[in-house]
């Protein structure tokens, strides 16, 4: 059964700063989807990046980037030049051909003014 | 933004009470799921729906009820509520592919419940 991991359950960073969220997954599957999701405080979860599996090219929306390594099983998110609206809950998500559809427990990220 | 609703976003209830909780969707998906997911921790699907007339138990078992009845709207109905029952409830809707990795989910905004 495929599992997913985010070890850091909180981060923080300063603001205008990088920070590196971690995820690492575990499948035996050879194409699937994986997904960063934002859940800011009482707020909607929106879908900040996504990835496909078969693409070997790291998936980058605008301050927000991924590094895929996909023997390791590792997906990590980048986020550059932090913001105070950058403050959220993010999870890791794994998406498998079956439909299958398994989140991790999720990093608070706190931003620093 | 995705179009994804749900109503109410909170709700204070009895034990015991009847409730249900609203979905729409106005994207066309077949897809559409119900999460369970408690302050701060990781989100449980609880049922899930592939269209009309579809409905399925998702990994985590809840007492909660769902129906298709239309592709946009899939309602969630706790018939006797508990204060066990208090927590958020999401909902999401994504296309469906036959074969295939398959689509983003969309998330509605939540509905937050608590039972006293």
């Known amino acids: 059964a495929q599992t997913v991991t985010q070890s850091q359950p909180e981060m923080s960073v300063q603001e205008a700063e990088t920070v590196t969220l971690s995820c690492t997954y575990d499948?035996?599957?050879?194409?699937?989807?994986l997904f960063w999701y934002k859940q800011p405080p009482s707020r909607q979860m929106i879908l900040v990046i996504r990835q496909e599996a078969y693409k070997q090219q790291n998936a980058t929306e605008n301050r927000f980037s991924v590094n895929f390594q996909k023997a390791a099983k590792s997906f990590s998110l980048k986020i550059s030049d932090s913001q105070l609206g950058d403050a959220a809950m993010y999870f890791c998500?794994?998406?498998?051909?079956?439909?299958?559809?398994?989140f991790g427990k999720g990093t608070r990220l706190h931003i620093l003014p | 933004e995705a179009d994804i609703y749900q109503t109410p976003r909170y709700l204070v209830i009895g034990t015991g009470k009847k409730i249900t909780l609203e979905c729409s969707q106005t994207?066309?998906?077949?897809?559409m799921y119900w999460y369970q997911q408690d302050p701060g921790m990781e989100l449980h699907l609880i049922h899930y729906s592939y269209g009309v007339n579809s409905t399925e138990k998702g990994d985590l078992s809840s007492e909660s009820t769902v129906s298709r009845i239309r592709t946009e709207h899939f309602p969630l109905t706790l018939e006797s509520a508990r204060p066990s029952h208090t927590s958020q409830y999401l909902c999401a809707s994504s296309e469906y592919r036959i074969r295939g990795p398959q689509e983003t989910q969309y998330f509605g905004p939540g509905t937050r419940l608590l039972v006293l």
């Open positions: 499948t035996s599957e050879s194409d699937y989807y």
């Open positions: 994207m066309g998906h077949d897809k």
């Open positions: 998500a794994y998406r498998s051909w079956d439909d299958k559809i398994i």
